[in-house]
């Protein structure tokens, strides 16, 4: 179907047509205005100015603050349910970007990233250092630190863009970003080309090269895709910021917000472009495993039990500092659970299903598969937070507009706070349990694929590996939450 | 171009100067810089070459910024049960002016708010039952770590608050 052909109205009445959310009425023409990016992101720019001001020069106490609430509440809460419900539309609105578009029109760049380092594992230590951090300091319940966070970000974005082109600190650099690249491959929504025969037939490929000025082929007027994903080869959200930068860019009209079936991208290995074979990317297994186990190691933090494996650690290493206490449970966590398990599950798998791959690829490749599993997690811990905390934000805006002498909106209402516990425990387990679904069928179609022959032998080891995340999930769920900004070493 | 001496530009003349060379004694007078040496480029980044400085010391301020102690009154104060678990917790507190006599016939609230945002506060008052001496209950709701604030109005009208950090609140 080419571009000029193209006709809106027999579309929507397509069954067999995916779904395309640039082409609903009224929000596809929204998001096929070049500056709608823009316009997003200056409302986030300012509650970002307004959550560092506060934090810095606000209450101390977490809880009146806007900087705390709003951070560790309902941005990481709206942050996974927008992406379970649509994408990656938060990379889309990231305030951070709009402070580098600006600065880049007074700094340009010269340098390409080194290409020893184009790829994951700087994010995915940073990702694991920012839970790690997290924790040790306690940044849930310090609106300066929370502060001092997002002004860090602020200066990381400038000076990596500032020195490096294209999307640098969004592809290799930003742990916030692989933490949304990670989750948005559940996303029901994927930016994608709507028929690759116009595609085929394209010469200029804009996608990924710019609009270029009719003049001069050196003046780009639309960029192309900054992330090196070429639209006609892209398989998935991988590094994909929903910037749409492609949308605008491609002269057939040829890209679309298209609907897929959550987690269908996991199930199988094409060659992705901007990103290769999953299955070769040990990088993005070890990005997979962190999401996944890291999800429960974020969440132990904040139960009863995590204390008493901390004080019990503590008298057997001898030390009185939380940090080394610390260190040991995410190594533990994050390094040496996810080996064992899944080495244990490798060999298994391999050994009942005769399936030749190695020990190690066979790791990498089912790593993916827990992906499901890690975002179910993540749901119900940051669905937790969000639901129950909820209303919060009206007494703190109150009490953060009161404190300016402007008693507009009348006393803080503090006993506004969100859905009851019981009320949110249910949709919890629901987060979980259609996780452990997600990461089964995943690890079905893998081992099919694997071993047609005896795929339940391939498959059965790497269930018990989801059950016993699950498991770990629903038990840490149910926990009494137990929250304490210090370490208590008596 | 002109550089003017006026206010917010001497950092950006003197930098030009700099830069060009410019002799000392035209320091705090309008210049002709054209006439001087060489073309003139006006780079975006020395527009902006204070910014970071600005916002260094702006966030400096608010590292700088906490509630100062500028009250008339002493407190101390008693939680029991020790170490204090969920349920319901006795405050006593013990208000003294600066001469060290009991501060009578104030007015005491409690509030106790949990050290994670997204928890509704516990509210109370403490009542006097002898002169400076008060005392409230509180329903700590869950363990962790609570910050008790006492917002206290003495006797003669002016306001006073406190923090106290109530550590490690252990389940039932």
Known sequence: MS?????????????????????????GALLRWRHCRTILQIPLLVIGVIMILHGLLGPTLAPKNLATTLTWLHFRGLLVLVILAAGNFFCFACPFVLVRNVARKLFKPRWNWPRPLRNKWISVGLFAGILFVYELFHLWSSPWWTAWIIVGYFAAILIIDGLFK??????????????????????????????????????????????????????????????????????GNMDCTFCLDCVHACPHDNVGIMSRMPASELMSDPARSGVGFFSRRKDLAALAIVFTFGALVNAFGMVSPVYVVERWLSRLMHVSDRAPVLGVI??????????VLMGIAAWLSRKWSGCQRPVVPTAVRYS?????????????HYGFHFFTGLLTIVPVTQSAVASLGWNILGDPLWMWTG???????????????????????????????????????????????????????????????????????? | MRIAPVRGMRTKSCQARRLLKIPNEYRGTAVQLSNLRGPVVHRPSERFSRLPLVTFLLLLLGACHRE????????????????????????????KDLSGKPASNAHINL?????????????????????GEYRGEIDFNMPG??????HGKLSDGSNFERQIAVEGVEGK
């Open chain 1, 368 to 380: 993916y598969a827990l992906v499901p599993l890690g975002f179910g997690m993540w749901l119900a």
């Open chain 1, 166 to 235: 294209h999307a640098t600190f969004c592809k290799y650099v930003c742990p916030l970003g692989q933490f949304n690249f990670a989750a948005s491959l559940l996303s029901p929504l994927e930016v994608k080309v709507r028929d690759q025969q116009v595609c085929g037939g394209c010469s200029t490929k804009d996608c990924i090269r710019g609009t270029r000025a009719p003049a001069s082929d050196l003046v780009v007027i639309q960029r192309g895709c900054e992330l090196a994903l070429f639209q006609p080869l892209k398989a």
């Open chain 2, 145 to 150: 770590d609570w910050v008790l604030l006492v």
């Open chain 1, 330 to 339: 995410f190594v533990f966590f994050l390094l040496i659970e996810p080996i």
């Open chain 2, 111 to 131: 509030e106790a708010d949990m050290a994670h945002p997204g928890m509704a506060p516990i509210f109370g008052e403490a009542k006097e039952d002898a002169p």
């Open chain 2, 68 to 95: 100062g102690n500028t009250s008339k009154v002493r407190v101390s104060y008693e939680i029991t049960p020790q170490p204090v678990r969920v349920g319901q917790a006795s405050v006593a507190l013990h208000l």
């Open chain 1, 419 to 490: 859905i009851p516990v019981r009320f949110v425990q249910p949709i919890e387990l629901g987060f979980i349990g259609l996780g452990l679904i997600g990461s089964f069928l995943v690890t079905r179609r893998l081992a099919e694929d694997d071993c047609a022959e005896h795929p339940l032998r391939a498959f059965v080891p790497w269930a018990v590996v989801c059950l016993l995340i699950c498991a770990a999930s629903v038990w840490i769920t149910f926990q009494p939450m137990e929250m304490r900004a210090t370490f208590m070493m008596s």
């Open chain 1, 3 to 27: 571009a000029d052909s193209y006709n809106p109205a027999v579309d929507l009445i397509d069954d067999d047509a995916p779904f395309d959310l640039l082409r609903v009425t009224g929000i």
